[in-house]
Each structure stands twice: as structure tokens, then as C-alpha cells.
Nanobody, 117 residues
Framework: QVQLVQSGGGLMQPGGSLRLSCAASGSIFIFDVMGWYRQAPGKQRELVATITGGSNTKYADSVKGRFTISRDNAKNTMYLQMNSLKPEDTAVYYC???????????WGQGTQVTVSS
């Protein structure tokens, strides 16, 4: 059973930067797509960004130009670099991985990101 363990996050002022990490307990080569979701209080879960095994990326319009998703296969880790943070980025962020044709087969434990002055 593969586990995804998240780190990073926390409290940041508007305009600041944070980096989230998602480390897999095994090789991430088995995941054809990995991604980040977020959920703010009282709102629906939102897909933030995805990255394929070939490092093709997609982003939600709300984060384009500010967030960057990446993966380091050698370290079995995926990242979300978040720049120019806004209060509306406040949410619990989750990493996910698709496996064997099953979307979001694996989830990280979630990490809180709070953007506030």
C-alpha cells in the first residue's frame, strides 16, 4: 500500500510564497497523473493542478501564473510551489495520485495553508 505524506504549508502573508511537498512511500513512476486539490471552509473541493509522468501540467485558472507543480521521480516527491499568495488561497491542500486507471486512488493527509495579514 503506497502512502502519500505531505509537508509544508502554514501561515503566510498575502504576496508571500510557500512550497508543499508530497512524498510517496514508493516509486512515483507508477502514478501516471499526480495532482493537488484544495478545499476551503464551506466550499467545494477544487482541483488546483495536475502533472503527468511526462511532466505535462495543467492548472486551475485561479492559480495560473502563480503556482507551479513539479515532480522529482528520483526523490519520489511531488511539489506545489505557491507564489503571490492571496487570502482566497486559504484552504486545506491535498495531494493525490492516479493509479492503474483509478483517478485519485491515493490521497495525502492534507495540509493547511492560511494566507492572512
Amino acid at each position: 500500500q503506497v502512502q502519500l505524506v505531505q509537508s509544508g504549508g502554514g501561515l503566510m502573508q498575502p504576496g508571500g510564497s510557500l512550497r508543499l511537498s508530497c512524498a510517496a512511500s514508493g516509486s512515483i513512476f507508477i502514478f501516471d497523473v499526480m495532482g493537488w486539490y484544495r478545499q476551503a471552509p464551506g466550499k467545494q473541493r477544487e482541483l488546483v493542478a495536475t502533472i503527468t509522468g511526462g511532466s505535462n501540467t495543467k492548472y486551475a485558472d485561479s492559480v495560473k501564473g502563480r503556482f507551479t507543480i513539479s515532480r522529482d521521480n528520483a526523490k519520489n516527491t511531488m511539489y506545489l510551489q505557491m507564489n503571490s499568495l492571496k487570502p482566497e488561497d486559504t484552504a486545506v491542500y491535498y495531494c493525490t495520485a492516479n493509479y492503474n486507471g483509478i483517478a485519485t486512488a491515493y490521497w495525502g493527509q492534507g495540509t493547511q495553508v492560511t494566507v492572512s495579514s
